[in-house]
């Protein structure tokens, strides 16, 4: 990744799906911040293995939109943003979307 795609996420994804992107992204934020990724039971946002059900359908779409490169570009902005400690609930509950590996 170079140094634009690292700050701006440019060349990552198609000019059309900017909006969508900017919007997924901070929704993602949002959630990282204000509810985690991770709960300790079922229900209420969370399937049945505890992640939190909205976070994985964002992260389907970006990677759809862009694979692995913007998801993992995603996953920096949130760490950024949010903090280390939501950043690593983010990679368990990504699991198996796309291409992520966690």
């Known amino acids: 990744m170079n140094f634009f795609e690292s700050l701006f996420g440019s060349g990552l994804y198609p000019a059309r799906d900017r909006r969508e992107v900017e919007?997924?992204?901070d929704e993602?934020?949002?959630?990282?911040?204000?509810?985690?990724?991770l709960s300790e039971r079922p229900g209420a946002g969370f399937n049945l293995q505890c992640r939190h059900v909205?976070?994985?359908e964002i992260g389907k779409r970006l990677?759809?939109?862009g694979g692995?490169?913007?998801m993992t570009w995603a996953y920096e902005r949130v760490k950024k943003k949010a903090g280390k400690v939501p950043?690593?609930?983010?990679?368990?509950?990504w699991?198996?979307?796309?291409?992520?590996?966690?």
């Open 23 to 25: 919007k997924l992204l």
């Open 87 to 93: 950043a690593s609930h983010l990679e368990y509950a």
């Open 68 to 70: 692995l490169k913007l």
């Open 54 to 56: 909205r976070a994985r």
């Open 28 to 37: 993602l934020i949002k959630i990282g911040i204000k509810e985690d990724f």
């Open 63 to 65: 990677s759809d939109i």
């Open 95 to 102: 699991e198996s979307v796309g291409e992520w590996l966690s």
